[in-house]
T-cell receptor, first 109, second 115 residues
Framework: KNEVEQSPQNLTAQEGEFITINCSYSVGISALHWLQQHPGGGIVSLFMLSSGKKKHGRLIATINIQEKHSSLHITASHPRDSAVYIC???????????FGTGTLLAVQP | DTGVSQDPRHKITKRGQNVTFRCDPISEHNRLYWYRQTLGQGPEFLTYFQNEAQLEKSRLLSDRFSAERPKGSFSTLEIQRTEQGDSAMYLC?????????????FGSGTRLTVV
């Protein structure tokens, strides 16, 4: 079993829909990251959180440390949100990241 | 600084050849990480530098792989005697000394194809 599990693996939505991507982990962490990866490889950091909730524009990330669960929400989705969204947990003295396999999101106009 | 730079962006090499990749992190970032990502998978940790010291290496980093960060600035990752299984995206990331308050900055990656 992977230490970081994401669901769903693939998600297709219509423009304007509210989207939720879930992440569960099974190890102790110092923080959790949500990342966005477009075709071609570049990874962009969206959020780093260790408790509670963060919001940036149409994106909201929440984490429940006790339940070892995090969610990424996208409100009023748009085709430009189409990308792979990756959950990663930060652990150890080196703060290295352990990644989930990602969620491929396609938002159709 | 415009971010983390990686060079080259793409590399095609014949099996058995040696390759070297370079990563230039953000200048004030003392923490530098290498990750490897194969198709359809999330990245996997390879190695970590704090300044010039290599403090952690993954078991994925076989003896054909070596990484350096000689002056605590740029880093190189060398793969000797490449194999087809080495084909992947090699990602470099750096973070600020106060890592608890700052996230990672990733480079665009070097895509290696071994033919």
């Amino acid at each position: 079993k992977n230490e970081v599990e994401q669901s769903p693996q693939n998600l297709t939505a219509q423009e304007g829909e509210f989207i939720t991507i879930n992440c569960s982990y099974s190890v102790g962490i110092s923080a959790l990251h949500w990342l966005q990866q477009h075709p071609g490889g570049g990874i962009v950091s969206l959020f780093m959180l260790s408790s509670g909730k963060k919001k940036h524009g149409r994106l909201i990330a929440t984490i429940n440390i006790q339940e070892k669960h995090s969610s990424l929400h996208i409100t009023a989705s748009h085709p430009r949100d189409s990308a792979v969204y990756i959950c990663a947990v930060q652990r150890g003295a080196t703060n290295k990241l352990i990644f989930g396999t990602g969620t491929l999101l396609a938002v159709q106009p | 600084d415009t971010g983390v730079s990686q060079d080259p962006r793409h590399k095609i090499t014949k099996r058995g050849q040696n390759v070297t990749f370079r990563c230039d992190p953000i200048s004030e970032h003392n923490r530098l990480y290498w990750y490897r990502q194969t198709l359809g998978q999330g990245p996997e940790f390879l190695t970590y530098f704090q300044n010039e010291a290599q403090l952690e290496k993954s078991r994925l980093l076989s003896d054909r792989f070596s990484a350096e960060r000689p002056k605590g600035s740029f880093s190189t990752l060398e793969i000797q005697r490449t194999e087809q299984g080495d084909s992947a995206m090699y990602l470099c990331a750096s973070s600020h000394p106060e890592a608890a308050n700052y996230g990672y900055t990733f480079g665009s990656g070097t895509r290696l194809t071994v033919v």
